[in-house]
């Protein structure tokens, strides 16, 4: 089974307003509401490649009640621990406004809220995958993913971890199967400039130094010069981002993480799921929502016809 956490789950209000002008009334040309965050966001497509997932994380308030709503109506398995005060947020997203986004803080999240996660997942048993994905409110300590991992060490649970800085430093040392930093997030925990990271070849030192920190796997998305990963087989996998115009980049690369970890369960393969993972993420990049089970297939063919060459 897989399972996704969340922990600062949103309502994400996407908007497009023509000549957005500060001062002013501007009304939205187009619009629409979404279950926000990584986890979520990997849930969603995940159910989409029909692959069964759970979403763990906290709800607060109407807002927390509409996420449970509309998770369920996709077809997502849910598990969210209610908090009896504060109110998820809701984030902005201007995208055409040069992907401007306005995010909320989030609820506090009381210690007996986070014991309840931390007894979920305890559950977890040989076999099963976990992802930890996404930014923490600011009640949180930056340890939080760090000590779920120390808490399953002893079991044989496929951990994916997307997050930044601190976060992400501190789960390497427990040996998660996947990693998926984007190319700023490398830049900024190696903390070098991005003359250092022009091309695919230059991820790959630092691909290869994040394995020596512990990860596994570690797919590395570059936006439009493409996707890289160094696997733990010893072989690095690379390939140009397919073409398409980029319409909507939120959940993009939760979209790789959910067509990589469903394509290595079916196959075992770190190529194929390579390639399902940037079909996905580029089908959802290319789509006005998630990327569905067709749109993934179609850019799959694609890709493999760029490769097979």
């Known amino acids: ?22 001062g002013k009334t501007n009304r939205t040309e187009k619009e629409k509401i979404l279950p926000g ?30 996420i449970r709503r509309r998770m369920k109506d996709m077809g997502c398995g849910t598990d969210f621990i209610p908090l009896q005060s504060g109110i998820s947020r809701i984030n902005i997203k201007l995208r055409s406004c040069e992907g401007t986004e ?8 009381p210690m007996e809220a986070v014991e309840q996660l ?27 993913y760090e000590s779920i991992l120390q808490r399953l060490k002893e079991k044989e649970i496929r951990t994916i971890v997307d997050a930044t800085g601190e976060l992400l430093k501190k789960v390497l040392p427990y040996h998660p ?21 022009k ?26 010069k493409g996707a890289v990963l160094i696997a733990e087989n010893g072989i690095v996998y690379d390939v140009e981002a397919p073409e398409g115009q980029v319409i909507n980049a939120v959940g993009a690369g939760d979209s790789m993480v959910a067509g990589f970890l469903a394509s290595w369960l079916e196959k075992g393969d770190y190529q ?3 390639y399902q993972g940037v079909s996905a993420g580029s089908a959802s990049a290319f789509s006005e929502n998630l990327a569905t089970r067709q749109e993934v297939a179609d850019i799959y063919q694609r890709l493999k016809g760029y490769t097979d060459k």
Do not use: H
């Not at 290869?208 to 439009?224: D, E, F, H, I």
């Open 1 to 22: 089974m897989i399972y996704t956490v969340t922990l600062n789950p949103s309502l994400d209000y996407i908007v497009d307003v023509k000549e957005f002008q500060l």
């Open 37 to 66: 965050g990584k986890g979520l966001n990997v849930s969603m497509v995940l159910v989409n490649l029909g692959c069964e997932s759970t979403a763990y994380g906290f709800v607060a308030g109407f807002v927390g009640e509409e």
């Open 102 to 109: 306005i995010n909320g803080q989030g609820p506090d999240i």
């Open 118 to 144: 931390l007894a979920k997942l305890d559950q977890l048993d040989t076999g099963d995958c976990l992802v930890l994905a996404g930014s923490i409110p600011p009640t949180m300590p930056d340890s939080i």
């Open 177 to 197: 199967f996947l990693i998926k930093p984007n190319q700023d997030e490398l830049l900024a925990l190696f903390d070098v400039t991005e003359i250092t990271i």
């Open 199 to 224: 091309t695919r070849d230059d991820v790959v030192p630092y691909g290869k130094k994040l394995q020596t920190m512990g990860a596994r796997n570690v797919l590395v998305s570059m936006g439009g």
């Open 272 to 274: 194929e799921a390579f």
